[in-house]
């Protein structure tokens, strides 16, 4: 049963961690084939969901081991319409891989939860496009048709809530966001942004947060930003002001290099865990003071969280 946006754990202020970059880690380090970074697809055999299922129990084992609650993102960020035609899934075949990504989920929770480490269960939407560009850009009333599908399935599950991860610009943002409100699930926007700390159209991240906010009423329960350094965000923050604080989550890519860079790269830059980390942290007790729900993106895996648990959880128990 979906939760009110108000009712997430996560809501409260305490520190959950996230996974790290999933189709990095099972590309790069775990040797799996991903076609079209598209996790999901391992749910094709016994082999590939095992490997899904050793992927999230190491987090799962980790926020058990720091006492933290847990956020799981479904790996499914490739599994709507149009990457489905990419990959020959049809419409009933791409709901039952979004089904399954949540019933796998559900037994991890089911195995590691506690009173100690509660986990929230997310379901993961990626862009319609190109995760690093705003190609072929939809209006708000076409992402909102485009993202039903996908958010309507996830709503007869055991998700909690949904998230879009690395959005690219605001309209498709406000549409998803939109369709998640008729179809009752709580909602989280992550954006991305290039090096110079904006999205990939050029608007800062104050005017996406702030366009997404006005158009759909603050549905989101809060914002994130996700595949980018801190060194490329860091002094897009500058300042207290009310639209930084609705950023809540940050899912960064160890690698400083930018999003270009990283496309051409043909070997993975894990860049390093331990900077990882204090940089999260510089940014919690300087910048991003609502900041609680902090997991990787690409080339991180669990040391770069494991990193981000020991900088970041003395921020949240008086032991700084």
Known sequence: MAQSRHS???MQGDLFLADGGIETT????EGHDLPYFAAFHLLQTPEGEEAL????????ELAREHDLGLVLETPTWRASADWGDKLGYGAEALAKANRQSVILLEEIRNAYATPRTP???SGCIGPRG????????MSDTEAADYHRLQVETFADTACDLVTAITMNYAEEAIGLTRAARRAGLPAVISFTVETDGKLPTGQSLRDAI???DDATGGYPAYFMINCAHPTHFGSALAGDEPW???IRGLRANASAMSHAELNDASELDAGNPGELGQAYAALKQRQLRSLNVLGGCCGTDHRHIDQI???CAPLFRGTS
């Open 244 to 246: 930084a604080a609705r």
């Open 309 to 311: 648990a020991l900088a």
């Open 8 to 10: 997430l754990p996560q």
């Open 210 to 212: 702030t366009q997404v």
């Open 130 to 137: 190109d995760g690093y560009l705003p190609g072929n850009r």
């Open 53 to 60: 299922r050793k992927y999230f129990r190491t987090y799962a």
């Open 119 to 121: 986990i929230v269960i």
């Open 26 to 29: 099972l590309i790069f380090l």
